[in-house]
């Protein structure tokens, strides 16, 4: 089992940029697949982005392609998601997951879940 703490949230204005990190304890980090998911006011939880074990793949929601990085360090047992360029809808909670499956961008196949960390439009 692992536990999962994200960090890194705050107020941002639009234009730009903000770097969420998600440490893991328990099972170690490279054991997992990781993703970020988020949920704005009144909106279904969303698939952001996803990577697998090693870090050798990456995979992007549309919304964020070309605005938002995906990375980890499994020394650190840690995953960030540095964004950039950051607009009035990236507002919301922002949850990191593991997965057991290789790469994965749908929420069912995620067996744990942080907490959530805050960005809001300031």
């Known amino acids: 089992q692992v536990q999962l703490v994200e960090s890194g949230g705050g107020l941002v204005q639009a234009g730009g940029s903000l770097r969420l990190s998600c440490a893991a304890s328990?099972?170690?980090?490279?054991?997992?697949?990781m993703g970020w998911f988020r949920q704005a006011p009144g909106k279904e939880r969303e698939f952001v982005a996803a990577?697998?074990?090693?870090?050798?793949?990456?995979y992007y929601a549309e919304s964020g392609k070309g605005r938002f990085i995906i990375s980890r360090d499994n020394g650190k047992n840690t995953v960030y998601l540095q964004m950039n360029d950051l607009k009035l809808e990236d507002t919301a909670i922002y949850y990191c997951?593991?997965?057991?499956?290789?790469?994965?961008?749908?929420?069912?196949?995620?067996?744990?879940w942080g907490q959530g960390t805050q960005v809001t439009d300031a």
């Open positions: 328990g099972r170690t980090l490279s054991s997992y697949a």
């Open positions: 990577i697998t074990r090693s870090g050798a793949s990456t």
């Open positions: 997951a593991a997965t057991g499956k290789l790469l994965a961008a749908i929420q069912p196949e995620y067996d744990y």
